[in-house]
Structure formats: C-alpha cells, structure tokens
C-alpha cells in the first residue's frame, strides 16, 4: 500500500505536465471545435455551432486538396527515408576509414530547427542565388524555379525533408541492427543463403518492431508538416505544397478562423491515427497473431 | 595672470553651483526610477526602424532610466501571431507590440490597446515634456479614434516608392537606344505604358548584352501574401481600384455586380499589367515578397522598381549591402488617367502609404513604464538618427535635422516627396477583417500567379470569395 502511494507520488509531476500540456490542451481544441469563433468576425464571441464545423471540411475542396498533396508527400518523404535510412544504417556497420566522423556529420541536419532548415533550403533553391538552381542550369541546362513549377516545388520539400529526417531513421536502425544476434546470420551462412535470402528471411522480420516504430514517428511527423515548408514555398506555388499543417496554420493563425482550424486539426489526428493503425493492422498483428 | 584667476573663479562657482542644486538629474532618471529593474518585453517585425530601437534606443532608455527594454525582432507573420495570441488571452507577456497600420482596425475593435492619450492625461507625472503629439506627421491619424486619442506612437512611415537607377537612364547609349527602340526619351515613367516600354527595354538590354539586368521587380511571390498586397495596395490603385476593391459604404460589396470593384476592368486591367511585368522581371520575383524586391534592386538586377522604402537608405547608402550606391533615383509610381485627380481630391490614391506604431497592450504588466518607453522613442530629439539609418519620419521637425538633409539628397529626393506628396498615399482601408479576407482569397490569387486560372476569371472568384468570407464574418448583410 505505501509503495503504490509512493509510485503516484513520484508519477504525480509528470501526470501533471501531461495534462498541463497534452490532454487539457486536446479537449480544449475539440471544445474550440464545436464552435464558431473568430475574434475579428463581427461578433468576436465563440458560438456553439453543433458539428458544423466537421460537415465543412468534408465539402472543403481546399482541405481535401491540401489532404491529397500531403498524403503524397508523406508517401514519398517516408519511404524514401526507410529505404535510404537502411542503406545508411547497413554501411554504417561496417568498417571504414573515417566512420565516426561520416556517422556525425549525416546526423547534423537532425539538430537543426525546422525553420533553419526551410530557410537554408530556400538559399538553395533560390534562382540568382542558390546553389541548386545554379549548378543544374551550368550541367544540365535544367531551370529550377520552385517559385513556378508546382512539380519542382513538391520534389523540392521532399528532398528538404528526406535530408533532414534520414538520420533519425538512420540512428534508430542501427540501434535495431547493433542490437542482432549473430546466430542467425552465422546459421543461414552455413546454410549457404545469400544475401537476399538473409535481408527478407531473417533481418527484416527481426528489425520489423524498430522499424515500424520508426516508420510511425516519421509518419506522423510527416503528416503535421509546418515550419520548414512555410519558409521554404509558403504553401505554394498555388496550393502545391499547401501540406495540412501549412493549411490548418493559414487557417488558425492570419485568418484567425479557431473553430474550423480546431476541426481540422481533429479530423488530421484521427487520420494520422487511422493511418498508423491500418499499418498495424497490416504489418504487426497478422505475426502476433501467428506466434 | 587676471585671465588665469578668471578661469579659475568661474569653475569655483560652477562648482559651487551644482553642489547647492538639489539632486536633480532629468526627467527619465526621475520618472524611470519607481521602475528600475523592470524589464519591458516588446515584439516587432525585422526591419531597418525596428533594428535602430533594439540596437540604439533601447540600449539609451536603459542606460537613462534603469528600465531594462528587451525588443524581440522577428518576422512580420510571427510577429503578429506572438502579438494577437498574447494579447487575446490576455498574458501579459508584451509591454509593446508594433501596430502596422493596417490591423490597428482590428486591435481597437478588440480593445487590445491602452489609450495613450488618456493615459497621459491621467497620469501627468508619466509626462515628457519633451514628447508631444502634436509634432508627429499626419500619418499618426491612423493610429487614433475618433476622439482624436493615440492609441501607437508612430516608429516607421514611409511610402512605396517607385526607385530607378540614374546610372541606367543617364547613359547617353542606353538613352539613344532607347530613343531608337521607343521614339521616346529614356526617363522616369508616369504612365503605365511607359513604364512597360522601360521594362521591356532594359529586360531585352540585360538579354542582349549578357547582363543579369531586368527591366522591373516583381514582388509576386506564388505562396506568401505580400504579392497579393504589392497588386492591391501598389498596382490597383494606380488603374484607380481602391481599397481592395470593396465598397465599405456599399454593404462591403466587393463584386462588379454588387457594387464593388475587385473583378471591375480596371482591376483586371492592372492585373495583366503586373503578370507581364512579372513575366519580364528577375526569374527570383516569383519566391520575392517585400524584402527580396529591394534585396534585387540592391543587387543590381533590375533598372527600376516600386520599392518600400523603408529599404531606399540602405539601398542608396550601404555599400555594404548594396551595389548601387549613389545610383537610385526616387519618383512617384506610373499611374492612369484621372488618378493624380482622385489622389488630390482625396476620392483616391496613388500608393501605398505603410508604416506601424508601437502600442500598449490592455495586457500589459508594465504599462507605466511602457508608457515612458514610448514616449522616450516618440521625442523629436531621437528621431534624426533614426530617420538617418532607416528611412522613416513620423515627426514633422525631422525634415530639417541636417543627416536627414543629406540622406534626402543620397536618396535622390525621398524624404522630400514624403513631406510634399505623401498625401497622395495611402495606408490600408479601415477594415477590420484584413488577414482574413486576404487569406480568403489568397489560394485564388496564387492561382492566378501560376496560371491555373486566368486573371479575369480569377478576379471575379476572388470577388465571390470576399463576399462570402465577409458575409461569413457577419460584416456583409
């Protein structure tokens, strides 16, 4: 009885900071749901407005453009970074000269605010300035203007993301391949498997929980996209990189709209949510269910 | 010897004369003393005047008062979003909050602001007496109600300006290749045919010639809303669409059809004047906003530009900065049939007349101290050097400070046409709704940049949406 007193004790300060911060912050956004509100409508007041505001983002062909190029973006950004993230993670562990200091400079970009890296990235791509824009009209001809060309933007903050966030994906999959035993892969050596054979039948399935952990950080990261993009391309050109989260930040903050930005922002976490859980359902549970 | 005993009896005196006074320093080592150690919080947008606050008068308040003035200089959109959040829940965090012109509507609806004028007269110990209202330009009438009160001590001023590079249009080659292309002499333009003929002209010269020269700056960012203000607040009015093209007397109407002139032909005119322009200017104008125009013109790139001036200085001073020092010219932006005579009897404008004040929370903690901050940057001693490294007056005795003089004649006439013309500017209409119909109707207007919709038809969905948006907002009935 007294250690049970004692662990809610020693608990009690960070329940308090998850709710200070994460739970009493949600119910407030879903109560801002349920109403209309803009302070600088002509009746500033919040109105209570049922689910008004839900009905509005499922007839909202901004929203559901804004869905659609974000679905796209994190389709691309997140495979992208497993794919290249393993590749990584497999050459950092082996051997070679100058390992530690490769190893910390690809783990840079991770340390970065994401304005930094929106802002570093618009130095580069900037026409008359940049270097991108620059070395590939000198070697190929090609004019990049991520101001113009919808396709070149989108591409644009999926490289920027892929840049940035590959090491995270990197560093947990070490961490998942340090973590090995080698009987396995000395078995299927003997057993004259080849290095495929090793990658489907026996790495994968092992590194499987790290990586789907990781691909659901990156996922949900992805999906909430703001800061690096807002300075990058501001959401456009047009609506082209107009990803949820720059559109529920031009919803919330300089069109002030509290209500409708609140509904969305509840409609994008439950996508995220069902996303993460259909990738669960497809990858986790089958296996579970097996063992 | 006697001049020797002179010189020595008046330093006894003066000595003995400041021993008898009473301790008595001057008015802000007085008044600041109730409030040493406070430490006042003010948010701002990076620019030139909001630099010299942090770096300059900040740093001299402190050092006169003992009220230590921490000035957060940020971008404009952060800016507000610090501002309005802070305000609206009422945290306390600011002390100051630079007021731009255009949402002041919307900060006094809200009652966000401290009424400086009642403040003062409330609390006459607070009083400079070397800070008075009265000398701040007219452009301070924005930032009052209508009862004459001040709600923001004005910090920056400043017109759009249409800059050009006097090296370019004095050349006698560039003039009689100009002359032989055109039929016309090579100078400043007042219409909007001549100014495209300039930018045609210079952006075929840079081609011909091998230079990165273009013929017009284009401030026609395809996913941030300073294009959208560079067409409404600089183009339109200069085809003679003012105030957005929404008739505030009208019931807010904004469409042709509803009495408004957003998707009128003169707006659709402007805006296909500006696409070409845009078309022809530098291949950065479509990632440029407000900063990255001047930051263009400075580096050389283009012949002429409508330009905030805000940036004129150190585009015509900083050779740090800027490569074309000693080569800017200044003139009022090309305009159509009947708009100079809109401007002079007050029906219209020519340009956009920006600027901001710094203002007092409601939510503030310190707002007597606050209040002697304010003051402190409103006092006409400080306002030459700041005028002089950014190019900004907001009191009338500025004019005649000699390093703003010289800065005026550096600037080629500036601050002159500031003082004689600045009534044909304007600054934004008097709504409060600013942010919100211009983010309404944003995505429609980035369309139309990228040529996913035409202009004419892009106008008239803009007009719609602004209805509908104003109509959302309950000020359309």
Partial sequence: MQSKKLGWLLLSPTLFILGLFGIFPFIYVVWVSFHEWNPFAANPEKLFNWAENYRKVVFDAQFLASLGVTLAFVFFAVVSEVVIGYLLAQAFMKNFPGKSFFRTIHTLPLIMAPIIVGSIWKLMTTPSIGIIPNLLDTWFGIDLNIGQSALAAFSITVIMDIWHWTPLVTLSLIAALVSLPSDPFEQAQIDGANKRQVFWHITLPMIRPALIATVFIRLMDAMRTVDEVLMLTGGGPGSATRYVGVHIYKEVFPRTNYGYGSAISVIVLYLSIVICWLLYVSLIAPRNKKG | ?477
């Fill in chain 2, 1 to 477: 010897m006697f001049m020797r005993h002179k010189g020595g009896l008046t330093a006894l005196a003066i000595a003995l004369m400041t021993s008898a006074l009473p301790a008595h320093a001057d008015f802000w080592s007085d008044a600041g003393a109730k409030y040493k150690g406070v430490v006042l919080h003010g948010v701002t947008e990076s620019s030139p005047p909001s630099a010299y606050i942090k770096d300059v008068l900040a740093p001299e308040f402190e050092a006169k008062t003992g009220i230590k003035v921490e000035i957060e200089t940020t971008s404009w959109d952060q800016m507000y979003d610090k501002a309005i959040k802070d305000m609206e829940a009422g945290t306390g965090i600011y002390d100051m909050v630079y007021i731009e012109q255009d949402i002041i509507y919307a900060y006094l609806q809200r009652n966000f602001l401290v009424n400086m004028t009642k403040a003062l007269a409330e609390k006459p110990e607070l009083k400079a007496a070397t800070y008075d209202e009265s000398h701040f330009t007219t452009f301070a009438n924005y930032f009052k109600n209508g009862d004459g009160d001040l709600f923001g001590v004005p910090m920056e001023a400043f017109i759009k300006v249409y800059l050009y590079r006097t090296d370019l249009f004095n050349d006698p080659a560039i003039q009689a290749a100009f002359k032989e292309k055109t039929g016309k002499d090579l100078k400043p333009a007042t219409t909007h045919e001549d100014y495209t003929a300039i930018a045609d002209f210079f952006t075929e010269y840079g081609k011909a010639n091998g230079l990165d020269l273009w013929g017009s700056t284009a401030q026609a960012h395809t996913g941030h809303p300073a294009s959208w203000y560079e067409f409404f607040e600089s183009i339109a009015p200069t085809f003679g669409v003012y105030n957005w093209g929404i008739d505030a007397n009208n019931n807010y109407a904004a469409s042709v059809a509803n009495g408004g002139t957003m998707n009128s032909d003169k707006a659709k005119e402007a805006l296909k004047w500006w696409l070409h322009l845009r078309d022809i200017a530098p291949p950065e104008s479509p990632q440029s906003t407000w900063t990255e125009t001047a930051t263009t013109f400075a580096a050389g790139r283009v012949a002429q530009g409508l330009i905030y001036g805000e940036n004129a200085a150190w585009i015509a001073s900083d050779a740090s900065k800027s490569k074309v020092v000693g080569m800017v010219g200044t003139a009022l932006p090309p305009l159509s049939d009947g708009v100079m005579a809109d401007a002079e009897s007050g029906k219209g404008y020519i340009g956009y007349y920006d600027g901001g004040a710094f203002g007092l929370p409601a939510s503030s903690k310190n707002q007597e101290a606050a209040l002697l901050f304010l003051q402190y940057i409103g006092q006409d001693e400080v306002q030459p050097g700041w005028a002089a490294a950014a190019p900004r007056i907001t009191n009338t005795a500025t004019y005649d400070a000699q390093e703003v003089k010289d800065m005026n004649a550096q600037l080629g006439g500036y601050y002159d046409m500031l003082r004689d013309q600045g009534k044909l500017f304007a600054g934004a209409p008097p709504y409060p709704f600013h942010a919100q119909v211009r983010e309404a109707t944003a995505p429609i207007f980035y369309d139309i940049l990228t040529g996913k919709i035409g202009p004419d038809e892009g106008l008239d969905a803009m007009a719609a949406k602004a209805e509908e948006e104003l109509t959302s907002l309950g000020y359309r009935k």
